[in-house]
Every structure is written in C-alpha cells, then in structure tokens.
C-alpha cells in the first residue's frame, strides 16, 4: 500500500455501542468480539487482492478522545481500531512466521 494514509480509498472505523453492551462480567466482550469482526475484515479484503492495516485506537485514551472528536461520534460509541484498505503497490507474499521453538505442548514445568 501506500505509504500515505491520505490516498488511501477507504478506512472503517470498528466502534462499541455501549448501549448494547453485555451486563457485569460480559460487559469487556465487546473487545473480543470486535477483533474477530475485524480480523474477518482483514480476511475479506485480503481475499479480494485488497490491501489491508488494522490500527489500534482503543484502550489508548488519546486516540479513542481524538478519533471520537475528529468523527463526530456521539457519546455511546467507543472506537476499537480502525482497518485501513486499499491497493497494494505490488502483491506481497506473505511472511513465513512458523517458528517450532514458540510452540510450547504441555504444561512447563
């Protein structure tokens, strides 16, 4: 992709609603759920030939404040991360990241 956000076609913002947010100990969910919303975003586009970023705002108070101000959201939306999508320079391959000495079987002593 580019190495400029501003030509960048398209970027969502994954937001909370904490209006419809689970009650006492399911109320921190939503972060779980809105990274496997994202990660099937990420998925998608790559799946389409599409570029694709996943950037962190939240629990980052400075960025959730800014984003929040910047996109008008109203008061029950809490920004999670936002997916940055668009069209890669050239295709990349992906990394080899297998690595055995991190897998770890059993419990360690």
Not at 16 to 44: F, H, P, V, Y
Not at 79 to 89: A, E, Q
């Amino acid at each position: 992709m580019k190495s400029s956000f501003l030509g960048t076609p398209l970027f969502i913002f994954v937001c909370a609603d904490t209006t419809r947010m689970a009650e006492g100990q399911g109320k921190e969910l939503w972060i779980q759920d809105l990274s496997a919303i994202s990660e099937n975003i990420l998925l998608a586009a790559y799946a389409m030939g599409l570029g694709a970023c996943w950037t962190t705002i939240y629990p980052i108070q400075k960025k959730v404040n800014g984003i929040s101000r910047t996109l008008n959201l109203p008061g029950n939306l809490i920004p999670l991360n936002d997916i940055i999508i668009g069209y890669p320079d050239e295709p990349e391959q992906p990394k080899d990241k297998w690595d055995t000495k991190k897998i770890t079987y059993g419990i360690p002593n």
